[in-house]
Structure formats: C-alpha cells, structure tokens
C-alpha cells in the first residue's frame, strides 16, 4: 500500500530514467495527538513531515501517484486528506492500538470519499463507499442512508493511505456507471476487490464507528 512520501527534486533523464529524490520522514506525530503511533510500527500518512537528503533513484515503478500538500513552518510539508480524494480507512482501529496489534485486526479497511478539506478545528468529512457489482475496482457512494461522519484531528490515525481514483464520467465504456470512482486495485486490499456487495457490511461498519466516537 502507498504509505511512504517522496519530493522529486528533479528528473535527470528519461532515457535511461532518473530522477532526484528526497524522501519525506517523521519521527513524531505529536502534532495530532498523544497516541505513539509511529513507536508502535505503524507507518504515518498524515500530518507534518521533514524533507530527507536527495538521493538518485530510477525506479519510476516506486510511484504510485501525485499527493496534494501545503508547506508549513520551516519547511515542513504538511499532507492531510483533501476534497474529492479516497482513502481507506483502518476498520477496526482503537486508540489502543500498540505494536502487539494482531495483522488480522491491522489489515481490515473501509474505503471513503472525503467530503472536504482537512481542518485542524473540526478535522475531516467522509463518506463510505462500497463495490459495484460487475466491475474490478469500482465503488460508489452508498445513497439514502446519512452515514456522512466527522473524524476528529486526535483520530487521523484512522487513514491507512490514499487510494488513486478516477471519477467515471459514463463515457469510457458501454456500461460505465457514471459518478462512480475506479481504483488502482494496487492500492486496494483483496477483501474489498470481492465480488459480493458490501453495502450491509460498511453500513454496520459506520454506525459501529459513530457509536465508538460520539
């Protein structure tokens, strides 16, 4: 999964392939809240990271897509969910969370939608999203049911990683569903790939999750 951030200072050449690279590191995450995440083992996807030394890479495999940021004080770069992007979501996630944490309670997700941009008062909107049926990696709002809900700035922990989409607009295929987002199903875990339809399962998901945080 993309859960590691790079700034391309500059691509050298093309043919052969390099580029100049600094990878971004953290070695707190105190800006969000008291919780030892990154002392635990679990990798840090939000929040403020320190530019690293450049280095020469020419694996263009390495990437997987383009990141939204804002520059913070003294050059940090700052990454939190914005508008219109997906990520998942760890399903069973708990401040309690340490490194004895087993993988089968770590590697369960939910995919969501974000609603807008992250603030450090009120945090960050979602929505769930679930499979169509008939397609690989394409997933859709579920309707009718209010499930918008607000994670606070002390749970950003919650964000396993963005997910690159691509919003169908209905003219790519025959049966393209319109408004639906397709993902890379390289940055989507193979429970979520299944063929069933999860709508039951992420609407359990979500009030389980509203009740834990209200």
């Not at 690989?136 to 997910?163: C, N, T, Y």
Request: glycine residues 6%.
């Amino acid at each position: 999964m993309p859960r590691f951030y790079a700034k391309v200072q500059k691509v050298m050449s093309t043919k052969p392939f390099k580029m100049s690279v600094s990878w971004l590191n953290s070695r707190s995450n105190k800006e969000l809240g008291p919780m030892d995440w990154i002392g635990s083992g679990f990798y840090k996807t939000c929040g403020d990271f320190t530019i690293g030394k450049r280095e020469i890479t020419g694996s263009l495999n390495s990437f997987s897509h383009k990141v939204r940021w804002a520059k913070g004080n003294r050059g940090i770069v700052r990454i939190f969910p914005r508008k219109g992007d997906i990520w998942a979501l760890y399903r069973n996630w708990s401040p309690d969370w340490n490194k004895d944490t087993p993988d089968e309670v770590k590697h369960k997700y939910d995919m969501v939608e974000v609603l807008d941009d992250f603030n450090d008062k009120q945090g960050v909107l979602v929505t769930p999203l679930i499979k169509v049926d008939g397609f690989v990696a394409v997933f859709q709002r579920i309707e009718g049911h209010d499930l918008v809900r607000k994670i606070p700035k002390v749970e950003m922990f919650r964000f396993s990683h963005q997910v690159p989409n691509y919003l169908l607009t209905g003219q790519e295929a025959p049966n393209a569903p319109r408004g639906c987002q397709e993902l890379d199903p390289a940055a989507t875990s193979l429970d979520l790939l299944q063929t069933k339809n999860e709508a039951n399962e992420a609407l359990d998901n979500v009030e389980k999750s509203k009740e834990d945080t209200s």
